[in-house]
């Protein structure tokens, strides 16, 4: 190394280390980087040996480049010694402002040391500033937040001593220019990382994205992407071809709707309750052409970004022919299979939901109540003196319960709502049935009880299909001569029921007649003219009764009925 007497070889080392500072920055990745930094230190600053233990992620220091001599490279390039070893020496020795120099004399110590080295062994020095081979001396690198990048390792200065004041800073300097160099060789190897990774990650996305349009555009059921929140919280913003189809509209109609405004009036609550995450229904969608077809929706939550808006993506599968199974099985367990008409189970079911368990002969009006308690009140509006009834001859026991208003909500608990026996102020309107069969205008729920004439013979002599087709054309009279809310239900064999409410006795008897006239006329089978007649049994469904019993008090009625007509009178031909 130069000495401090020699001015003008001082300032050829400048140069070099101008030279070797430029292509420490010229290097692209950080394996030439460090690379150059010990090359730099062979060619530009006199030592013949030079090596950078770089610290990795683990804290401890490797042999990450080293020059001047291939068989030590070969031997230690790629070896690890821990950080407390290096820590050991970096605190040993001498310390030359940033530079640490260990001489033979106490460096003996390291050598058992898990730190990678190379020496060779030599005289003791003839003068106090020769290079024993046994001296080490070096150059710790530190990034700008003090953490340690490295040490710079430097050995046998062609010169055989030891570096002075001048060769000391040179060296010094050339450490906090290359941790530089390193720093910013890790920086640039870290952008191209994230860019490579950036690239793959969009790359990624472009295709995650390709791949769900694909899924979107060419989804054999329907798909949609919705607003979530705000104004326009579930207008379409995008469909795919086979919700198009389904709905026979097109893109372009579509994203002026949302789903509320093409559900079915009767489903809107079903939509409105539909959760937005992980939401199912089944509802029914209105078409172009007017008509509405049942769907089951699938909704799940998506994300534009990691804090972007958030879009509503709903699946939509055409189930109409499972709603219409549905229908058609529910419909087969409560109709009969050769009339259509409503079975027993569906005529009980109808004429239970009509019945309570209160029986009517405790039910009073408020005006009953009234003229009860007052019960006496002459003519000329004089007040019956005493009795216990207060002064203006008021009766509290002509009250043997509350007031019912009509359409006064039910008190919690009370007597008429579910589980408990009929009462006050609950929502059920009470079925009630006429004193007498005498019209004192009292309308009720009429339940007419009929029993065929006849039909055995029919059976027995022409067979069964033309039993069957008497019965079908049956129903189809008596369904055609009732009201469209009544209910005409087959119970089996040749027996059926109807249901007519808002009835009083008279209108009831008229209803019997104008329906056996009916079925009387001849029926035409396979070219033959049979005849039935059909005996009328009227009962009246009553809360208190259960439906067993309002059909057996019609069966009754009906049996009273036949036996009062003769065989003759009870089949028309």
């Known amino acids: 190394m130069e000495t401090e007497s020699e001015p003008y070889v001082r300032l050829a080392t400048l140069r070099q280390l101008h030279q070797v500072v430029a292509e420490l920055n010229t290097a692209r990745s950080l394996a030439d980087t460090l690379q150059t930094v010990v090359d730099g230190i062979v060619v530009g600053l006199g030592y013949q040996l030079a090596c950078v233990n770089l610290v990795r992620p683990d804290g401890d220091l490797v042999v990450a480049a080293f020059a001047g001599d291939p068989a030590a490279e070969a031997l230690i390039t790629g070896r690890v010694g821990s950080r407390a070893s290096w820590e050991r020496r970096l605190t040993m020795g001498e310390s030359w402002d940033g530079l640490r120099f260990i001489p033979h004399t106490e460096g003996w110590v390291l050598l058992e040391d898990d730190v990678p080295q190379w020496h060779t062994d030599g005289p003791d020095p003839r003068f106090e500033d020769e290079w024993h081979p046994e001296d080490r001396l ?108 389904l709905l026979g509209r097109p893109a372009s109609v579509l994203r002026r709707y949302s789903f509320s405004d093409l559900v079915h009036p009767e489903d809107i609550g079903t939509l409105l309750r539909t959760s937005a995450e992980g939401g199912r229904a089944e509802l029914r969608l209105g ?52 009339t259509g008409l409503p079975n027993s189970a569906e005529l009980r079911a109808r004429l239970g939901a009509r019945l309570c368990r209160r029986p009517q002969s405790v039910r009073a009006t408020a005006v009953e109540a009234l003229d009860a308690a007052y019960e006496g009140h002459g003519a000329g509006g004089a007040l019956p003196a ?82 069957d087709a008497v019965l079908i054309e049956v129903a189809r009279r008596l369904t055609t001569g009732v009201r469209d809310g009544d209910t005409v239900a087959r119970l089996g064999g040749d027996e059926f029921v109807v249901l007519a409410d808002g009835l009083g006795a008279a209108d009831a008897a008229d209803l019997a007649v104008r329906l056996r006239n009916a079925i009387i006329p001849p029926i035409r089978v396979d070219g033959r003219a049979v005849r039935v007649g059909a005996s009328f049994g009227i009962g009246w469904a009553s809360c208190g009764m259960s439906a067993d019993e309002v059909l057996r008090s019609a069966d009754q009625r009906m049996y009273i009925e036949k036996r009062s007509r003769s065989k003759a009178h009870r089949r028309a031909g």
């Open 138 to 245: 070096y150059a710790p690198m530190y990034a700008s937040g003090g953490e340690l990048l490295g040490v710079i390792s430097v050995d046998r200065p062609r010169n055989g001593r030891r570096p002075g004041a001048w060769g000391r800073e040179a060296l010094q300097m050339y450490a906090f220019q290359a941790a530089i160099a390193i720093s910013n060789a890790r920086l640039r190897a870290n952008m191209q990382r994230a860019l490579v990774r950036l690239e793959r990650e969009q790359q990624a996305l472009r295709a995650s994205e390709e791949s769900f349009r694909q899924a979107f555009e060419y989804a054999p059921s329907g798909m949609a992407i919705a607003e979530m929140g705000g104004d326009q919280h579930g207008r379409l913003l995008r469909t795919n071809d086979a919700l198009c189809r």
């Open 287 to 338: 078409r172009r052409d007017g008509t509405y077809v049942w769907v089951s929706l699938r909704n799940s939550v998506v994300a534009d970004a990691a804090d972007g808006p958030r879009f509503l993506l709903t699946h939509v599968e055409d189930i109409e022919e499972r709603k219409r199974h549905e229908l058609q099985l529910a419909h087969r367990a409560s109709h009969d299979s050769l």
């Open 386 to 467: 005493g009795g216990g009834g207060g002064e203006h001859g008021f009766r509290p026991d002509a009250f043997p319960e509350p007031f019912e208003f009509p359409g006064a909500p039910a008190a919690p608990g009370a007597p008429g709502t579910p589980g408990a026996g009929a009462g006050p102020y609950d929502h059920h309107v009470h079925t009630v049935a006429p004193a007498t069969d005498i019209d004192d205008g009292t309308k009720g729920l009429a339940v007419l009880f009929c029993d065929l004439d006849g039909f055995k013979s029919i059976n027995d002599r022409f067979g069964h299909h033309t039993g």
